[in-house]
């Protein structure tokens, strides 16, 4: 993994403050992501984590701070921001009535790939994935876990350096989440920048740093082994419990 | 977006319920309107007392029987049976011929006769009135072709532009009208949904592709299958049911894409109100499809319905394509006759698409 050096910030957040009406989503966030790191954004539900990725996406404008994704400002350069991130929910977002090719063609065709490019894409996940009982098959037909793994490598088919999972495990069982974590680490290593929220406390413990937000502020930032310590804690999962009930 | 066009179009053809939508639901309901629910009149029972019983009301019952229009369910005797023919509810209508009808005719040129409607029914019997007024002043001009004291009202318009008196020339605008609406607005708004229900909107939201080209990559493929829709729509009725379409062809169609345009741009406009589906679905259904064939003046005169209805009628804006197809196709106008209602349908379409911009911009702040 990449050490913290200067001029190697995958993301820079300063002061962030997010506001909808009186309501604080966010308050002043301060956080940088080091180029390569895998780092884990965790919260209870509504402490502010979404708001936050959608921030970062350039999904919503966030009310004052500075935000710099990828090297770029988030006020002036969105449209770069775009070319330079990828990113993938929960939902998965594949079209299921379309096969894993049409899939790849439609995607890296909104992200401008060449043709070939998109052949030699679509030839390699099928290898690395080991789909090719399915070359045929629409999407819905594929098993959950396949499908997931699709999704993570559809959302980085532009080969973008910073890529955004937004809760990717959620509904998935232990085995397919080792498996797309595994998946994950490969990426990391090739030094893409991982950004990802959870809910599942065991794979806090798989991220490089993570941060825990806590009613729109972020409580507590470090390595989980650090963390463990500071709080105490045997696991993630009771460092975090001591947070969320404050 | 060319991606998207074709990643659209796969999409809405591995989708049966779409292509039923898009082309099943057309055909069946031209044929439907056509040939079950044809609201001409055939074979109406009615009474005739006759008074005079001479010549010339003789002819005139004969011309009004052999129509078949009508047919005789009984002939009544008095003017006191009158009450009674209509109590027992079999005849919708009864014609009363006064005394000396031949001499009155011949002499001062002027004769009554007066036509008792059932009106429970008021459609039905505005148009048993219409067709009944339509042979009398027939059988005026056979008697006398340079007749001026014409005692009946012609209704010269009803029969004008439709001579045969088919009603399935004034369906099939409707009908067209009503599968661009519901292909158009309820398509667009659900697939737009749909995106955002599965989160693939999302994910194109995050990607660098432009909002404006989402809308129009998913937009495209609806214009040209709701045209093809029109298409057949016309095809059946000039087939099927002999319809002439007797004016500009080009203006008729160019009049049909920019009605698409707006039902697509309302269609977009549900969508940014609607999070799913059926939210979609149901908001296209109540919003759209039930005002616009029951306020568009297409199956019920708006002019028969409470003044406040008929207000509520004018802010649909089926009513003003359906004015503007029959100008077109039935009677054959120009642009110079319906330009008023086009530039309404464009304001409809200028405020659908700027409604749904601004509500775009507010879910992004």
Redo the contacts between chains.
Sequence with gaps: MAENKSNSKAVIVKDLVKKFGSFVANDHLNFEVDKGEIFGFLGANGAGKTTAIKIL?????PTSGEVNVAGYDIYKQR?LI??N?G????????????SIA?NI???G????LSRKKIKEKTAEYIEKLGLQAYTKS?VKELPLGFKQKLAFSV?IVHDPPIV?LDEPTGGVDPITRRQFWELIYKEAAKGKTIFVTTHYMDEAEYCDRVSIMVDGRIEALDKPAILKETYNAESMEEVFIQLARG | M???I??EF??IF??KRSLIILFGIPIIQVLLFGFALKNEIRDVPIAILDNSKDLYSQQLITKILSSEYFILEENVQSEKAIENAFRKGKIKQLIVIENNFTENLERENRAKIQLILDASDPNTAGMINSYTSAIISNFEREINPSFAGVPMIIPETQMRYNPKLDSVFMFVPGVITIVLMLVSAMMTSISIAREKE???M????????KPIQIILGKVFPYVILSFISALIILGLAFTVFEMPIVGNIPLLLAESLLFIIMALSLGIFISTAANSQQVAMLLSMFALLLPSILLSGFIFPLKNMPDIIQYIGYAMPPKWFVIIIKNIMIKGNGIGSVWKETLIILGFTVFFIGLSIKKFKIR??
Excluded at chain 1, 57 to 61: E, R
Excluded at chain 1, 89 to 96: A, P, R, T
Excluded at chain 2, 204 to 209: G, H, K
């Design positions: 996406c350039g999904l919503s404008h449209d775009k070319k991130i990113y993938m929910s929960q939902k998965f977002s594949l079209y299921d009535d379309l049409e063609r439609f995607y065709g909104i992200y401008g629409m959302a955004f | 060319k991606n998207f074709i990643k796969l999409q591995r989708d599965l989160g693939t999302e994910v194109l939201l995050v990607s660098p592709i992004l702040e």
